[in-house]
Antibody, heavy 119, light 110 residues
Framework: QVQLQESGPGLVKPSQTLSLTCTVSGASISNADFYWNWIRQHPGKGLEWIGY???????YYNPSLKSRVSISIDTSKNQFSLELSSVTAADTAVYYC???????????WGQGALVTVSS | QSVLTQPPSVSAAPGQKVTISCSGRNSNIGDHYVSWYQHLPGTAPKLLIY???KRPSGIPDRFSGSKSGTSATLGITGLQTGDEATYYCGTWDNSLSAGVFGGGTKLTVL
């Protein structure tokens, strides 16, 4: 059974870059059947898809965040990472990593990491 | 406001059945499979249903899914207190070029 675990700073200052890493176990991140996603949930709100990366390094981002998002992959460590630049308080959220199939199906999720943007 | 529309809350007594609806458009539910997730605070959202009506290994057959046109439905029978959670539907949207979710439905087992 695949397991995903988010890690990274829980507090980021405004205008800085939020960085999180997702470590995958129980499955190879190089498997061509899957896509590796970042999703977030603002406090008390619904879920927002941020983007995904494929094992080849191809990425696809939510158009609403595209200018600030970068997702990368390290197949040697079975990890993928999120960077979100120029953060504001509106980026405070629980950030989840998840594995999906094509067209955003069948997601298996990590437990989530709370990131607070505050000075 | 979420792209997919779910009722904010539903409730039923233990042992009863409940259904949760998820309404969308041709560009999302109308053109793609729907997945359903169960979310308890502080835990990883759990996959209950994928490809509209398939259950992953380990998910009891009390949980079922269906899709018709631009709407999908999650059904839960034999309700248990442990089913109290927030349930989300999700799929891809061609117009937005993004993964999309419903706003979540909080299930209360009275």
């Amino acid at each position: 059974q695949v397991q995903l675990q988010e890690s990274g700073p829980g507090l980021v200052k405004p205008s800085q870059t939020l960085s999180l890493t997702c470590t995958v176990s129980g499955a190879s991140i190089s498997n061509a059947d899957f896509y590796w996603n970042w999703i977030r949930q603002h406090p008390g709100k619904g879920l927002e898809w941020i983007g995904y990366i494929y094992y080849s390094g191809n990425t696809y981002y939510n158009p609403s965040l595209k200018s600030r998002v970068s997702i990368s992959i390290d197949t040697s460590k079975n990890q993928f990472s999120l960077e979100l630049s120029s953060v504001t308080a509106a980026d405070t959220a629980v950030y989840y990593c998840a594995r999906t199939t094509v067209w955003f199906g069948e997601a298996y999720w990590g437990q989530g990491a709370l990131v607070t943007v505050s000075s | 406001q979420s792209v997919l529309t779910q009722p904010p809350s539903v409730s039923a007594a233990p042992g009863q059945k409940v259904t949760i609806s998820c309404s969308g458009r041709n560009s999302n539910i109308g053109d793609h499979y729907v997945s359903w997730y169960q979310h308890l605070p502080g835990t990883a959202p759990k996959l209950l249903i994928y490809d509209n009506n398939k259950r992953p290994s380990g998910i009891p057959d009390r949980f079922s899914g269906s899709k018709s046109g631009t709407s999908a439905t999650l059904g839960i029978t034999g309700l248990q207190t442990g089913d109290e959670a927030t349930y989300y539907c999700g799929t891809w949207d061609n117009s937005l070029s993004a993964g999309v979710f419903g706003g979540g439905t909080k299930l209360t087992v009275l």
